[in-house]
Structure formats: structure tokens, C-alpha cells
């Protein structure tokens, strides 16, 4: 067993911030005169910001059901992406993982119980579950022509945006900044009063989602993010792994690799083929490891 320097390096975080990046600045590059493009990816993506350049399956998946349309592409999208990537794009290419990933680096990151993160990892997928039923419930009723969208509001189309940091971020606060909506001078301060509760429950999901990154890494990710309730789902199955070779593990002596992992999977626990719904792949347990006894793999098993 080859044995390397026990100080980790820092060469998959620097690829994987710079890929993030990449992938940020990609996504809403209609700001620097990036043409849109027709792609549909696995992450949350708001679709009412017009500077992005693709769409967000999940939001794609909400627009077409509230509309009574089939959403063949986004199920495909979501589905094909789980079962071959697992996690990979939410720990990679998503912007508020990435935004909660910048946080953490600064944070406690503090841990919890692997019980404790099934249990959030089952909210998720309750929230996923809670919100289809009302997109389908949403979309029936349109196809019957007894609309329910009024009962909606702003929400209609996409009845997840009232939770979704994303969204909040970069499509209402990009639209409050765009018109210029907010207090121009103390004089004006008294207009705050006049902005819908939405937008203050909206805020404060904002505040809540990205502050909470300095204690618990990805909580949001974890606990409440629909998408990734359903990622996780299909993940476990998913192709592409995170993989740690028994033979070359040191085991219960070592654990530097569930020390590094911000997601708190019980990687010596497992061992060989990781399929954990939390796991994103970020390979921050790679990086970690002593012996290189841990890689991604294709497995069809």
C-alpha cells in the first residue's frame, strides 16, 4: 500500500471552485453577451432571470406541468442525470452550491449523524413529493379548464420559487435592482412597507439558506432542495461513484476522508461503491486520503 503525505493537497478543491466558476459564469452569461442556448441541466436555475443561458430541469419540469404539458424532457433530464451522474452536478455546477461552498469554506462546518442526515435527506424528498402534487394538481385542473392559478399569485408557474434561494436571488431581487424598486435614499425608506410578505418570506429563506452554510455545510442542499431530494433518489444507482478500495483503506485508525467530507458520509463505514443520496461527489474525501484508496468509477453492479 502506497502511502502519501497525510497533508492533503488542495488541487480538487482548486479544479472544482475553478470549474464552478466556469460553470457560473456560463450559466447567467447573457450578462457578457453569451447567446442562450436550448440545454436543460440538472440543477436549480431560475427561469425568470434573462440572463441566463440554459434552463434548470426542475424549474423547466414545474413551468411545463402548471401548464398542463407533458414534461418528457425535464423527467429525461433528471432521470438520466441521477442514474448516470448520481450527485455530480449539485457538488460541481450548481450556483447556490457553489454560493454555499464559499460560505462553508469560512464556516464551523459543523457535522451531523449519518441518522440525521438520512432524516433531512427525506424532507427533501417529501418537498419534492409536496410540490409535484401541486404542480400535477395545478396542471390537471388548467386541462380541465378550471384554472386554479389564481390561487397562486406570482407563484403559478413555479410554486417551488417561494423556497427556492435561487430563484429568490437571481430572478426577484435581480427584477427589485433591475427596476430600481428599492428605497432610493433614507428619505424613501418608508416604501420598504409597501413590498409584498411574499418578498420578506422569500428574503428571509435567503438569509436562512446561505447563512446556515457557516455552521452545516449545504443544509439547504440537504434538507429542502427538491431537486436534490430527487437526485439523490436515482443517485444511489447512478454509474458514475464515488468508490473506496477496501484494500487500500486504513479503516477505523485513520478517517480523514469523513473528517473532510462536508456532506458527513460515513465513508470508512461503507467502503467500496458510496451510494449515499447525500453525496455529491466533490471529492473532498479524495483529496483527504492518505493512501489514494479513494476515486470515482463507472460500476454496473
Keep these: 500500500m502506497k502511502r502519501r503525505n497525510t497533508h492533503y493537497s488542495r488541487r480538487i478543491t482548486i479544479l472544482r ?49 402548471t401548464a398542463a404539458i407533458f414534461p418528457y424532457l425535464a423527467i429525461a433530464v433528471i432521470a438520466l442525470g441521477s442514474l448516470i451522474f448520481g450527485r455530480f452536478f449539485c457538488g ?22 449519518d441518522k440525521t442526515n438520512i432524516s433531512l435527506f427525506k424532507i427533501s424528498l417529501f418537498i419534492a413529493g409536496l410540490f409535484l402534487f401541486i404542480d400535477f394538481s395545478r396542471g390537471y385542473n388548467e386541462a380541465v379548464g378550471t384554472s386554479i392559478a389564481h390561487y397562486f399569485g406570482d407563484f403559478s408557474r413555479e410554486p ?8 429568490s436571488m437571481f430572478s426577484m431581487l435581480f427584477w427589485y435592482f433591475y427596476w430600481r424598486l428599492y428605497p432610493q435614499g433614507l428619505d424613501k425608506l418608508s416604501q420598504i412597507i409597501k413590498y409584498p410578505p411574499t418578498f420578506w418570506i422569500r428574503l ?11 455552521y452545516i455545510p449545504r443544509l439547504w442542499c440537504r434538507t429542502f432542495c427538491p431537486l436534490g431530494g430527487l437526485m439523490g433518489l436515482g443517485g444511489q444507482y447512478s454509474l458514475l461513484r464515488v468508490f473506496v478500495d477496501p484494500k487500500n483503506c486504513l479503516g477505523e485508525k485513520c478517517r480523514l476522508c469523513e473528517k473532510r467530507c462536508p456532506l458527513n458520509i460515513p465513508l470508512v463505514s461503507i467502503r467500496g461503491d458510496i451510494r449515499h443520496p447525500q453525496c455529491t461527489m466533490c471529492l473532498m474525501c479524495a483529496e483527504a486520503c492518505p493512501t489514494n484508496a479513494i476515486r470515482l468509477r463507472i460500476s454496473l453492479t
Excluded at 460541481?92 to 449523524?113: A, H, Q, T
Excluded at 429563506?205 to 447563512?211: G, L, N
Design 92 to 113: 460541481w455546477v450548481c450556483p447556490f452550491g457553489f454560493i454555499s461552498d464559499l460560505v462553508s469554506y469560512i464556516g464551523k462546518k459543523g457535522r451531523v449523524s
Design 17 to 65: 471552485t475553478l470549474i464552478q466558476i466556469s460553470a457560473f459564469i456560463l450559466i447567467f452569461g447573457g450578462a457578457l453577451g453569451i447567446a442562450a442556448s436550448e440545454i436543460v441541466l440538472p440543477v436549480m436555475i431560475p427561469a425568470g432571470n434573462p440572463y441566463t443561458t440554459v434552463m434548470g430541469a426542475w424549474q423547466l419540469l414545474e413551468i411545463m406541468v
Design 160 to 167: 417551488s420559487s417561494i423556497i427556492d434561494p435561487t430563484s
Design 204 to 214: 428571509v429563506i435567503v438569509i436562512i439558506a446561505i447563512v446556515s452554510n457557516y
